[in-house]
Structures are given as structure tokens and as C-alpha cells.
């Protein structure tokens, strides 16, 4: 006559933790690509929370409405954020397509991932083009690395230079603490675009190559497409604090 | 390198996002930087009803914040991953709130020095 008791020890554990499984249910590359993300928006978030440290320090500030105001082709001022507006939507179109591309690799799809691909990389590439205009337009008004337009003119003329981009007092290191900080962010972001572009080209050529069809699965571009909506969501971030506040 | 990940589920959405899913992502995030540019070409710089400052800053930080929350949440399908990831990538931002407040406070320290001792004297 036995009574069979389980005891607790014999018990078998199944939670997420209790090993045997993946706790988190992610493949390794995408925990990790999540991790670096993390860690690059801490570097975007240090440059941002300067930039508005500098802003918050001085006495006055750069109008940003007075300095982006030019439609590239169409006009050279008077119309403050159209540009910039044009930019961030053909943005968040390319972030679109990518989880087009990332839906479509999921019901194995191929023919579909190589259309959305493309549209993403056409989309990084416009957006790029955008950019390298407005630097030009900036850099032609005198604003650069460690200069801004009053930059080598004479004491007395400063004021006068400066006046077309301030709405309030006057500042030459304000100016030039915005023309840095605006050339270092968007630099640094247009970099991270780029690569973006890169990878989603290398994973093109990967699926065109059918290297996922023999994998059985289309997690890489799932992965990538994470890195290209971190650059979205970062550019969302400057969009705001250096052309709407 | 899939046959090293046997335990876990590959390619096969447990839930998330389907395509009727996305373009209402994509109509939400239009529709808040609609609003954005809204307030900022219409009421602030066109019309001149609300004067920049402290109080449109705050209602462009919260539409931005929203905006956030929609591309990673749904993009990038943190919303369905396991409750432990959420909070293993988004916990280590307090320290990001915890820097915004100390450069705040430093900010606020160097606007009054530089007042009474400016770096170039214009």
C-alpha cells in the first residue's frame, strides 16, 4: 500500500526561467541588436539632453524658424518646416515599408520582402539627398563645424550679421553653440541613415540570393528593420527639439 | 544558424501585427505630426494664437513621446515580446531621466554664471 506523493524537489519546474527553453522566446542576434539600440539611444539621448542643456544655459537662443526656412529649388525663404516636413514623412513612409518587408518575410514571401526592401532603401536614399541639401543651404549661409555666419567679421558688424536668425537678443556663442551641436546631431544621425542604407542593401542582395529561402527564415531582415525604425524614432527626437521647439 | 535556435519560435508570429495593423500605425503617427505642424506653421507661426514657450514645448515633447511609444511598440513589435524583455530595454532609461534633470540643473547653474562672466564678451 503505497501513496504516491510528489514531493516538492520532484516536481517539474516549466517556468520561463527554469531552463530548457529560451525565456524570452528571441533568437539571439535579435536580443542583441535590441541591446546595441539601447545603448545608441543612450548616445542620442546624451547629444539631445546637451544640446538642451546648452539652449536651457544661454541667455538667448537661434530662431529655428529664421534659419530652416528655404524650400531647396522652390524658394529660399519664408517657409519655415515645409522641408523638414517633407523629410520626416518620407521617414516614416521608409519605416512603413520596412515592417511591410519584415510582414512579408514572415509569410515567406520573397518576391514581396525585395519590393519593400527597395522602397526602404529608395526612401533612406531621398531622405539623405534631403539632408546633404539642407547642410548645403546651411553651410551656405555661413554655419559649420565651429563657425557660424558672423564668424571672422568684425566686432561691430556681428550684431548686424546675426540679426536674420534671432527673434530676441542677439548671441554669437549661442549661434555658434547651435551651429555645432545642429551639424554634430543631424551628422551623426545621417550616419547612422547611411549605414541603415547599407544593410538593407547587403540584405537585398541576401534575399535576392535566396540565402533566407535556404535558412527557412527571413529573421535578418526583421533585424535590420529594427536598426532602420531606431533611426526613424531617433530623427522623430530631433525633428522636435531642433525644428519645432 | 537557425538549427542552434530549435527552443525558439522563428518566423512564425505569435501575435502582432497584420497588414491592416500597420497602415493604422502609419495613419496615427501621420496624424500626430499632422497635429505637430498644425500647432507650429498654423496656430504659432501663421495665425499667432499661442506664443512659443514653455507651454507648446510641453504639448510637442508629449506628441513626440506618443510617437515613440507607437514606432517601438509596433514597429518594432516590443509590445508583443515577453514582459521580462520590455523591461530589461526600457528600465536602464531612468538614467536617462535621471541626466535630463541633472543637466537641467546644471544648465540652470551656467545661465547665471555666464551672465556675470560671459565667455566672449558679446
Known sequence: ?245 | MSHHNDNVAVGHEQEGMDKKGIWRIFFILLALTALEFLIALGFVHHWGIIQKGMFVNVVYIILTLMKAYYIVAYFMHLKFEKSGFIVTCSVAFIFIIYFIILLLIEGGFLAGALQSHPVYPH
Open chain 1, 1 to 245: 500500500m503505497s501513496t504516491t506523493t510528489v514531493s516538492q524537489l520532484d516536481k517539474v519546474k516549466d517556468g520561463p526561467w527554469n531552463g530548457g527553453k529560451s525565456p524570452w522566446n528571441l533568437e539571439y542576434g535579435k536580443i542583441m541588436i535590441w541591446f546595441f539600440l539601447v545603448s545608441d539611444a543612450f548616445t542620442f539621448s546624451a547629444f539631445l539632453i546637451y544640446y538642451g542643456a546648452q539652449k536651457f544655459a544661454q541667455p538667448t537662443w537661434i530662431d529655428a524658424d529664421k534659419v530652416f526656412q528655404s524650400i531647396p529649388f522652390v524658394t529660399d525663404s519664408g517657409q519655415p518646416l515645409v522641408f523638414v516636413g517633407i523629410m520626416t514623412f518620407i521617414l516614416i513612409m521608409s519605416s512603413v515599408t520596412t515592417v511591410l518587408a519584415v510582414d512579408a518575410g514572415h509569410r515567406n514571401q520573397k518576391q514581396e520582402v525585395v519590393k519593400w526592401m527597395m522602397w526602404t532603401i529608395l526612401g533612406g536614399l531621398m531622405f539623405l539627398g534631403c539632408q546633404a541639401l539642407e547642410w548645403q543651404h546651411l553651410h551656405h549661409q555661413g554655419f559649420w563645424f565651429g563657425r557660424n555666419p558672423a564668424t571672422g567679421a568684425e566686432e561691430s558688424a556681428i550684431a548686424e550679421i546675426l540679426a536674420p536668425y534671432f527673434t530676441k537678443d542677439i548671441s554669437y556663442t549661442a549661434a555658434l553653440q547651435f551651429s555645432n551641436l545642429f551639424f554634430t546631431i543631424t551628422g551623426f544621425h545621417g550616419v547612422h541613415v547611411s549605414i541603415g542604407i547599407l544593410l538593407n542593401i547587403i540584405v537585398l542582395s541576401m534575399t535576392l540570393n535566396n540565402t533566407f529561402e535556404r535558412r527557412g527564415t527571413y529573421l535578418m531582415v526583421e533585424k535590420v528593420g529594427l536598426y532602420w525604425h531606431f533611426v526613424d524614432l531617433v530623427w522623430v527626437f530631433v525633428f522636435t527639439f531642433f525644428y519645432l521647439v
